[in-house]
């Protein structure tokens, strides 16, 4: 099987343990994480062939964070070196009707200063046949913009599979252009795109009618329209999926999604997410089940949108970024076993 290539930053994760608040805070839980690296997770733990592609510090924190990655199986032959510093990002987890808050540090890290041209996209998709990226890359620098923009032609003219999460994130657009006038381009070069219930509005301003995200119900007929409208603006797109998260509260939120492909519309289960542990990659954790069953369910559709639905249900009960969970562990929430019962 041709290799998966996910494009774009880790960071080291800081978190208050527990539930605790940052000003409650006297150590910080570490571990790594970021968009396109929790896919490239996932999808080696589904068995498929992943690369990331990334740039990290010629340091012992880009060491620390190699290990990390190596240690799910995920490949780093192409990672690029250099820059002064990983990207950082503080989490403190909310509860019932507190929600969570991020906080980034991750001005002039080192994937935000890596240069165009510095990564050689021929030779990194030569046995290739996905490259997955996210709206967040683009979003941190002129530069990485700009390197993403080379993927997503060289992947395109090479024949392969471009897949993107929009992804939209206020808090990193500061560099000088807005999400739209970049993504559009970007997303031309596509052939699959998804994103949450307001990804985009915020992007490209398509919003699903008659909408309230914090109702815990959502109709995934006005969420239709959104997909429709994606593809008059980027015919290119062959399959758009879009994540329909209720947020009843912190902790708990209903879950499910719609893919469209070509005209078609094919809706998951709905699940109710009670007593979440972390929430963070619950967009990741749906785009590596989407990617997974699109390369491997052939053209069950009903059958791909329920795998990723479902693989990403039970992300929302793991610690940390990385959605840690098997292909039969997703089979067996997807038979109806939600059960939680002790395997032995």
């Known amino acids: 099987m041709k290799k998966f290539i996910t494009f774009g930053e880790i960071m080291m994760r800081l978190s208050p343990p527990g539930m605790l608040r940052f000003n409650q805070a006297q150590a910080f839980d570490v571990l790594y994480g970021g968009g396109e690296s929790n896919v490239a997770v996932s999808l080696a733990n589904f068995g498929l062939p992943v690369e990331f592609v990334s740039c990290l510090p010629e340091n012992a924190l880009g060491d620390a964070c190699l290990q990390f990655l190596r240690q799910y199986n995920v490949g780093v032959n192409y990672m690029q070196r250099g820059g002064a510093r990983l990207g950082i990002y503080f989490l403190e987890h909310g509860s019932n009707m507190r929600g969570s808050q991020v906080i980034y540090d991750r001005a002039n890290s080192a994937f935000a200063t890596l240069q165009p041209g510095t990564v050689d996209w021929k030779t990194v998709f030569a046995d290739a046949g996905w490259f997955h990226w996210t709206g967040i890359t683009p979003a941190i620098s002129q530069n990485t913009a700009a390197v993403c923009l080379e993927a997503v032609k060289t992947a395109h003219d090479m024949g392969i599979t471009v897949s993107c999460d929009m992804n939209y994130r206020a808090k990193l657009w500061k560099w000088g252009k807005n999400a739209s006038e970049v993504m559009r381009e970007l997303v031309s070069y596509c052939d699959v795109a998804i994103g949450n219930e307001e990804d985009a509005e915020k992007v490209f301003g398509i919003k699903a009618p008659d909408t309230d995200v914090t109702s815990g119900q959502l109709d995934t007929q006005n969420y239709a329209y959104v997909c429709e409208e994606l593809a008059k603006n980027f015919s290119n797109l062959k399959n758009i999926a879009i994540t329909l998260r209720g947020s009843i509260s912190a902790s708990f939120n209903t879950w499910s999604a719609i893919l ?85």
């Open 260 to 344: 469209w492909n070509q005209g078609n519309l094919f809706c998951a289960p709905t699940y109710q997410i009670t007593d979440i542990v972390d929430r963070v990659g619950g967009g990741d954790s749906f785009m590596g089940g989407l990617i997974y069953g699109l390369s491997v369910f052939a053209h069950d559709y009903q059958k791909t949108i329920n795998f990723a639905v479902a693989a990403s249900a039970l992300k929302h009960t793991i610690f940390g970024d990385f959605n840690l969970v098997s292909v039969n562990e997703v089979e067996k929430l997807i038979k109806g076993d939600g059960s939680g019962r002790i395997s032995r």
